[in-house]
């Protein structure tokens, strides 16, 4: 069953800024090491960064908690399973909340092209 959508979209032209302002501050506070690993072994990183950004701005909307209270940036990852496939990695808060809703599945959609990147989240529980 569907407990939850989310959807986000940004301007790539955004985080870069943000990256190229704040450098470690901004990358270091929002991604984890993972992220940040993969992201900058790419040859255009702040699109990757972007798609990241927005699965992490659709998860907490999917969520219906918003950045808020205890949740931290860093309580969801966004990495590839081996063929590709981006999977949601939640710690802390993050976790324990969709424990308590029940949600037992975490479906993830990325696009992005060099000006946008775009997100969709999907939580399902199994009752």
């Not at 569907?2 to 929002?30: A, N, P, Q, T």
């Not at 992201?39 to 702040?46: D, E, G, L, N, Y």
């Not at 399973?81 to 990695?89: A, K, L, T, V």
């Not at 959609?109 to 999907?122: C, D, F, G, Q, R």
Request: with cysteine; hydrophobic share 40%; glycine share 8%.
């Amino acid at each position: 069953m569907i407990v939850g959508i989310g959807i986000d979209i940004v301007e790539v032209s955004r985080i870069r800024k943000m990256l190229d302002d704040y450098g470690s501050r901004f990358s270091e506070r929002v991604f984890t090491p993972d992220e940040i690993a993969y992201c900058t072994s790419k040859r255009f990183p702040a699109i990757h960064f972007s798609a990241r950004f927005c699965a992490k701005e659709a998860f907490f909307k999917a969520l219906g908690t918003g950045l808020s209270g205890k949740l931290r940036w860093r309580d969801v990852a966004v990495l590839n399973r081996e063929g590709g496939m981006p999977e949601i990695i939640l710690n802390s808060e993050a976790q324990k909340i969709c424990r308590r809703k029940k949600i037992s599945n975490i479906k993830v959609s990325l696009s992005h092209t060099k000006e946008y990147a775009a997100a969709v989240i999907v939580l399902e529980s199994e009752g």
